[in-house]
């Protein structure tokens, strides 16, 4: 698996940005903009997609990633959940519907993907390794010869 710098580098991340403007296209659009409930809650688990694999990426450990993957697959599903209620009350047409439900589909199944390698995974991380002994300062090194000749 290629090393990843930025959690803006993964791809699901980068098709959660695009979930996250199509929701919102989506949401800006009469009915649905003054079902504030239903609006409010998809627009929170979109956002929560990236958010979540964000915030896990930054913790620099693997375990703590693989939980915020999982949280962040959970809100892929809530959104999809959301998704099929706007569409079956009307609020969303058919070729809206599959095009999104399908985004959230591909991220769900990346995420899983990269879960499934980060639990195989040999390393834990930064957080995790056992950081280099401390070396001493000179001024150490120089008291310490100055007992020696003592």
Avoid: C
Wanted: glycine content about 6%; aromatic content about 8%; proline content about 4%.
């Amino acid at each position: 698996m290629a090393t990843i710098r930025k959690f803006t580098e993964i791809k699901a991340w980068q098709v959660g940005r695009e979930l996250a403007r199509d929701i919102y296209a989506l949401t800006k659009v009469m009915p649905f903009a003054k079902d504030y409930g239903l609006r409010d809650q998809i627009q929170r688990a979109v956002v929560s997609i990236n958010s979540n694999i964000a915030e896990g990426f930054e913790r620099d450990s693997n375990p703590e990633f693989v939980k915020f993957l999982g949280y962040a697959k959970g809100s892929a599903g809530e959104t999809l959940s959301q998704l099929i209620t706007a569409h079956d009350v009307g609020y969303v047409d058919d070729e809206s519907y599959e095009m999104i439900a399908g985004k959230l589909s591909m991220v769900s199944a990346m995420l899983a993907r990269l879960r499934t390698r980060l639990i195989a995974a040999d390393h834990t991380g930064l957080r995790w390794k056992t950081p280099p002994a401390p070396k001493p300062s000179t001024l150490n090194q120089k008291l310490s010869n100055q007992k020696q000749e003592t």
